[in-house]
């Protein structure tokens, strides 16, 4: 096979997998929809929820009368030589009773049981929107990574058909007597890096694409072509109500109702009880041993050798701790948009000179082509603004990743 041969045929190959009507073209909210649904976290997070809900409804049943039945069968025999004494077992005990109690006078402490499920409920929520704000951000940045990697692959595709085209040409000028064979060769060198780059651009790629359907729990091994992703903030700085700070306020809830939770385990706590059935110790006469019973019990803490004093000591020092985390997470915050934002205002003015500089570059190539097809220049000036004009556009491409990854990270300081 010829060496024109040989480039032809690496450019269709080459161009393929991403142009042929066999790709599928998937994007951004594709993979976050997919990486949310199978996310094993987020799953377990919304039972958790759920499950805090049926915890409202037991402690609702639990104010409600509660009824038991109790039955018991028991023969102690005995003789004057052996058996337990008569006086304690009355030699058997057979009964047959049903037994109520319910706790009164609580209605405090049963809003404090609710309250605290429903703080629960209300930091699992947070935790399940801080879980899908980290899997976005991790899915949106194996994205990114390979949509950059496509992106340089398909640049260098074209890149790779414009210097097979160029091959084509300068072989009909050596022909011609226009150039050197020399010159031919050094096109072909430089032809053949390209192929290799475009080569392990496509390994790069398909690796990344395989991360990113790990990440989202997909089994796929199709051919893909990642659509640009649409990234954009999503409003500006406002830390008081970010997500990121979101956990704090619910310890800080938390911290409340244990304190409640602690006076009321000081309050008098008052129970009535009824039971009624049939108890005797005489299997043979139980029907004239059927009867009924009722009372109220009364609890009230005198003394607890100060456990109360040491807990209330104990919820203090959390919420002293949870303030200096407040207000040390809100420095990090302000300190890290305001990073972010500036590197994304250095980006965008060095993007806007690049396209000042690749628009310039563009001009000279197609200036040097012309030139080169009259033999009016050396190949080496054409290579060396082909080389240049690759360089431009490569920055752009990664000033154009950067940018997008930034904006991802300020998306996620701003999720709510």
């Not at 039945?69 to 004057?80: A, E």
């Not at 009880?273 to 029907?287: K, R």
Request: charged share 25%; hydrophobic share 40%; proline share 2%.
């Amino acid at each position: 096979m010829t060496g024109r041969h040989r480039i032809f045929f690496a450019v269709i190959l080459f161009s393929l997998p991403c142009f042929c009507g066999f790709a599928q073209v998937k994007d951004l909210d594709f993979y976050l929809e997919q990486g949310l649904h199978n996310s094993p976290l987020l799953h377990d997070l919304q039972n958790r929820v759920s499950s805090a809900a049926i915890d409202s409804l037991v402690v609702m049943a639990r104010r409600k009368p509660q009824v038991e039945w109790k039955s018991q069968l028991l023969y102690s025999p005995y003789n004057d030589h052996l058996g337990y004494d008569e006086v304690i077992t009355d030699g058997g005990n057979y009964q047959a009773v049903g037994y109520v109690s319910q706790s009164i006078l609580n209605r405090r402490s049963v809003n404090n049981q609710l309250s605290s499920i429903s703080i629960q409920r209300i930091g699992l929520g947070v935790d399940s929107k801080l879980g899908a704000a980290e899997l976005k951000r991790t899915i949106t940045d194996l994205y990114i990574t390979a949509f950059s990697v496509y992106t340089d692959l398909s640049f260098n595709r074209s890149f790779l058909d414009l210097m097979a085209q160029e091959n084509l040409l300068v072989e009909r000028l050596v022909k011609e007597g226009v150039y050197s064979q020399s010159d031919l060769l050094a096109l072909q060198v430089e032809t053949d890096g390209q192929e290799i780059l475009v080569r392990q651009l496509g390994n790069e790629y398909e690796k990344d694409v395989r991360f990113l359907n790990e990440a989202c729990g997909l089994v796929d091994t199709a051919s893909v072509v990642l659509a640009r992703p649409g990234i954009r903030l999503i409003g500006p700085s406002a830390n008081s109500g970010s997500l990121l700070l979101q956990p704090y306020l619910v310890d800080s809830l938390r911290i409340v109702n244990e304190k409640d939770a602690l006076r009321l385990r000081y309050k008098p706590s008052v129970t009535w009880f009824a039971d009624a059935g049939i108890l005797t110790s005489n299997p043979w006469n139980f029907y004239r041993h059927a009867g009924a019973s009722a009372g109220i019990s009364l609890n009230f803490p005198i003394f607890d050798g100060k456990q109360k004093e040491l807990e209330e000591k104990r919820l203090s020092f959390r919420e002293n701790t949870r303030l200096f985390y407040v207000l040390n997470s809100r420095r990090q915050y302000d300190q890290q948009y305001l990073r972010l934002k500036g590197e994304l205002e250095g980006l965008r003015d060095v993007r806007d000179r690049l396209n000042r500089q690749l628009e310039l570059s563009g001009q000279l190539v197609k200036s040097l082509k012309s030139e080169l097809e009259a033999g009016i220049v050396r190949m080496t000036d054409y290579l060396n603004a082909l080389k240049s004009h690759r360089s431009i556009n490569h920055s752009i491409t990664l000033g154009d990743i950067a940018m997008m990854g930034i904006i991802n990270e300020m998306n996620y300081l701003l999720s709510k």
